[in-house]
């Protein structure tokens, strides 16, 4: 499951999924720590929150992926939201919980279109489907007029860490195991290995053996090659041809001294059986 947004054999470099590991596992300390923590202002930790989510993207857009560009998009979005986040801490905690409504919302929505995208190569899928649902819920809690204390807006926080550190962990066992078999799958045992290696230096001495030519080939006739030349340019058609070629074998076996029973002869019965009276 990618929730970069594309198939795990579009991604071109094999370290990524160590860096998502990471990523989910500071995901799971956000989402412990934003439970245990009383702020006295909920934007200066909702920014820093919403500043590392706009990484996790920028690391997926610089990670070769097929929807690079869906990621940088995203990517610039958050930081955005967590520039106003920072930049204006005087805000109340309702507008904190509206601006980290707005990430989990699009954040969510994102997980759904791309879960659903790709339910035919990506076998979990209705996992990523999940997680997207649960954050736009979240998000639309977050934004609406249920959470207006600053508890709520950290139990939100919590729960979004949690989320994201599921959906990049998953997202980091996918892709290490779609990045490639492991050295050592392929490897033979010795006796194995020496039997290829011969069978190899077998085939390659076969290939570079140089090609000798038959010395005694079966040729065809004078008679023969000039009767089918005649017969080529004369037009005749396949039973002339056939008829002739007949001829010119019976007199070839003639030649050689090779004689036979004579057209019409009936064949010698078995002892024992009479034989059939010739028809009049």
Request: positive net charge.
């Amino acid at each position: 499951m990618l929730s970069s947004g594309s198939s795990p054999l579009t991604v071109k470099r094999g370290n990524t999924w160590r860096l998502l590991m990471v990523a989910g596992a500071v995901w799971l300390a956000i989402g412990w720590t934003m439970l245990r923590l009383e702020p006295a202002n909920v934007a200066a930790v909702a920014g820093p929150v919403v500043l590392f989510g706009a990484l996790c993207e920028a690391v997926r857009a610089l990670a070769g992926t097929r929807t690079w560009w869906l990621n940088a998009g995203l990517a610039a979005v958050f930081t955005v939201t967590a520039g106003l986040l920072l930049t204006l801490p005087f805000w109340s905690f309702a507008t904190a919980s509206a601006l980290v409504g707005w990430y989990l919302m699009v954040r969510g929505v994102t997980d759904v279109a791309v879960g659903v995208m790709a339910r035919g190569t990506d076998r979990v899928w209705s996992l990523l489907v999940l997680v997207g649902v649960l954050e736009t819920g979240l998000g639309f809690f977050a934004a609406s007029p249920f959470s207006r204390t600053a508890r709520l807006v950290m139990v939100v926080l919590g729960a979004l860490g949690v989320l994201r550190a599921v959906a990049e962990l998953v997202t980091a066992l996918r892709l290490r195991e779609v990045a490639g078999p492991r050295r050592d799958v392929l490897r033979f045992p010795a006796e194995s290995s020496a039997g290829l290696r011969g069978y190899a230096a077998g085939v390659s001495d076969v290939e570079d053996a140089p090609r000798w030519r038959a010395r005694h080939r079966a040729r065809p006739s004078a008679s023969t090659v000039a009767a089918g030349v005649a017969g080529g340019r004369s037009g005749e058609g396949f039973p002339d041809r056939a008829v002739r070629t007949t001829a010119d074998l019976d007199a070839f076996l003639t030649e050689a001294g090779v004689t036979g029973s004579r057209a019409g002869a009936v064949p010698d019965a078995p002892e024992g059986v009479e034989a059939a009276p010739e028809a009049r």
